[in-house]
């Protein structure tokens, strides 16, 4: 415990506990893939998260507008906690194939809209994991692993240390009623030959990974336990809920559309137009915190006999003019979490609004438009403006504790935990 005690005071002075830079895993290659799902088994809204030793497999599943039958296979890649690459041989973290072709497919029916619906589960009999860690999935057309069609990232966890963590509001008056601080202790106990300076706690809000954040150092030890509880690392600006679109029936408008001209083989859905809710008091209700339900009101195989539509989004910016000094993204699952040019809004000068068309498949979607500085594209997004900050808001984060043992190459992940931020109300 001495020991433990005097590495934990050198890495306090040495300053080591920052955000660290992310990669991104989740990428589309492919404009003719839609509705990219990576989940548990019957849990669209829970996060990649597999068990290394049993636990429900993760469901993946995605829609090809190509027209045929495609044959998409997909690997996997053991990545380091920051989701670059490591040099490791496919054989020493898979069991098992690590080229599998999706065998599971069908085509629409009763759509206007034809697709083809692939999924397939992991792990399963062909491919199974062999180490925890982070995984990137990708599916790429037939044998040629180069031509990639999508990534998505998963993580694998091996239950060694016990996680627990809560929301709290921050102690500094300028942010308690703007953000949520996220306090963790981690129990290493079972931990074989643990040490203290290659641990890494990462904590991930509502599946945004490009704003995760990052602690290699604890800062109280007490035993066994490592404590997580700074006032100025672990801070999270906290949103407001979602907005949302119903997009289950393409014959009777929700209360977020204006339009729907069906006029068309695709139906061009137009929303009303949204406007920044920053001055906007605080409503809590039930959001879907950036996820989406494929589901409808009008057949029972949501998989292959839901439609898909133009959805038109707009979006009224201060005195109908451009941010210059910003661009505006669609963030959620919609845009794949990814913010690019495919989820950038665009200026119309003559109507003074921002817009934007999207290809979606009927369901429940939420969303919420986010702002990323021109100068500065590698910063954090930002919806101060565009959404509002409220301590009330309920976001759901995922916290994880990666290690690197001695003598490896990989950052295991060994203890995990969802929490919500209204779990404690």
Known sequence: MQRLLLIFTIFLKLGVSIVNAQALPNQLFNRQIHTIMVHPLGNPQEPPV?????????????????????????????????????????????????????????????????????????????????????????????????????????????????????????????????????????DIRDVPYFQQDRIRLKVIQNNRYQDAKTMSVPNFIRGTILEYNNENDLIFPAGKEYRWLDLQSLRLKSDRIATIDSKQNTSIVYLKTDISRSNLLYDYYKDLNGCILITNTESLQSETQNDYAQVVFSYLPPDRKALLDKHLYLSGALTNNILDNAAEMLFDAQKGLYTKTLLLKQGYYSYQYVLVDRMEPNSLADYTDTEGNHWETENRYIILVYYRAPGTRNDQIIGFTNINSRQNW
Not at 54 to 65: R, Y
Not at 122 to 133: E, I, M, T, V
Not at 162 to 179: I, Q, Y
Request: aromatic share 14%; glycine share 8%.
């Open 50 to 186: 597999v068990l290394l030793n049993g636990g429900p497999p993760l469901q993946i599943s995605f829609d090809d507008f190509s027209g045929n039958f495609e044959d998409y296979q997909y690997s996997l890649e053991l990545v380091d906690s920051a989701w670059n690459p490591i040099e490791m041989n496919p054989f020493d973290y898979i069991s098992g194939f690590n080229q599998n072709k999706i065998n599971q497919y069908a085509a629409s029916s009763m759509v206007a809209n034809s697709y083809i619906h692939y999924e397939f589960s992991f792990p399963n009999s062909n491919c199974k994991p062999r180490l925890s860690g982070n995984y990137i999935l990708k599916v790429f057309k037939g044998t040629d692993t180069g031509t990639l069609v999508f990534t998505r990232g998963i993580y694998v966890v091996e239950s060694l240390a016990g996680v627990a963590a809560s929301v709290e509001a921050p102690f500094d008056g300028d942010l308690a009623k703007t953000h949520q601080r996220i306090k963790a202790s981690v």
